[in-house]
């Protein structure tokens, strides 16, 4: 039998809200510029092209709740809260009708963006992996299951820094649906258990800094919260 060189980092997962039972993470996925007043603010046109991917490694979970430190290399960090789809399911070139049934259920999401590191690869034409993939990027709260919640397309999704509301919209402004991202994504990846995908932030994301408080909200998933430290 072989041996590891060094002992294999332990798996990420997931709280499952009112369960011991945890969800393990697979592969991040995240969608950019879905939510139009968004797309807006970043200086580009709404138009309702194909959906636009990123991701992150599992290694960037951070649970709701966390204290977490500024990370390093950035001058302008970002906060953007998203509803974050965990798949339960595999799935491969679904159509739209089936893209629901591989969905387990639903959490509140940050996507922490290191936005002047994002903005130089954008305008370099060049990935946004610094920007976007590194410790602590990817906060996330307990997952709700679709038995308890339903498929949420509509409701109030929020978030304030040290109690003044910054961003504030409704998962009916998404420009890709929670089905439509689903079916369309099945058809570049083979959807796996343990994969998530963050579905885009509305405008009104900005920068924080050491000492700032962070809550949010989507309906009817859950809340989130984070504090940044030194």
């Given at each position: 039998?072989?041996e590891?060189?060094?002992e294999?980092a332990?798996?990420v ?6 369960t ?10 995240c969608v ?13 046109d ?5 959906p ?10 951070a649970?709701?709740?966390s204290a977490?430190?500024?990370?390093p290399?950035t001058?302008?960090?970002?906060h953007?809260?998203?509803l974050?789809?965990?798949i339960?399911?595999?799935?491969f ?14 959490a509140c999401?940050l996507?922490?963006?290191r936005?002047?590191?994002q903005?130089a690869s954008?305008?370099?034409k060049g990935?946004?992996d610094?920007?976007?993939?590194f410790e602590?990027?990817a ?6 299951t ?8 509509r409701g109030r999704?929020q978030?304030?820094?040290?109690d ?8 009916e402004n998404?420009?890709?649906s929670?089905?439509e991202?689903?079916?369309h994504?099945?058809?570049l ?9 963050y ?6 994301v ?6 700032d408080r962070?809550?949010?909200s989507v309906?009817p ?5 984070l504090?940044?430290r030194?």
């Amino acid at each position: 039998m072989s041996e590891y060189l060094f002992e294999p980092a332990p798996p990420v997962s997931v709280e499952i809200a009112a369960t011991d039972v945890r969800f393990p993470v697979n592969r991040i996925f995240c969608v950019g510029r879905n939510y139009a007043a968004h797309v807006r603010e970043m200086g580009f046109d709404p138009d309702r092209e194909e959906p636009c991917y990123f991701t992150k490694s599992a290694r960037c979970i951070a649970p709701s709740g966390s204290a977490i430190p500024y990370p390093p290399a950035t001058q302008n960090y970002h906060h953007e809260i998203e509803l974050v789809v965990a798949i339960g399911r595999p799935g491969f070139e679904l159509s739209l009708d089936e893209s629901l049934s591989v969905v387990y259920g639903y959490a509140c999401g940050l996507d922490m963006t290191r936005r002047d590191l994002q903005v130089a690869s954008r305008d370099s034409k060049g990935p946004w992996d610094i920007g976007k993939d590194f410790e602590n990027s990817a906060v996330i709260s307990p997952i709700r299951t679709v038995e308890e919640i339903g498929h949420p397309a509509r409701g109030r999704i929020q978030l304030s820094v040290n109690d003044e509301l910054r961003q504030d919209s409704d998962l009916e402004n998404l420009i890709w649906s929670v089905p439509e991202i689903i079916a369309h994504l099945s058809g570049l990846y083979r959807l796996e258990p343990g994969d998530l995908v963050y579905t885009g932030t509305p405008d009104g994301v900005g920068p924080v800094g050491p000492g700032d408080r962070i809550s949010g909200s989507v309906a009817p998933v859950g809340d989130i919260a984070l504090a940044i430290r030194n």
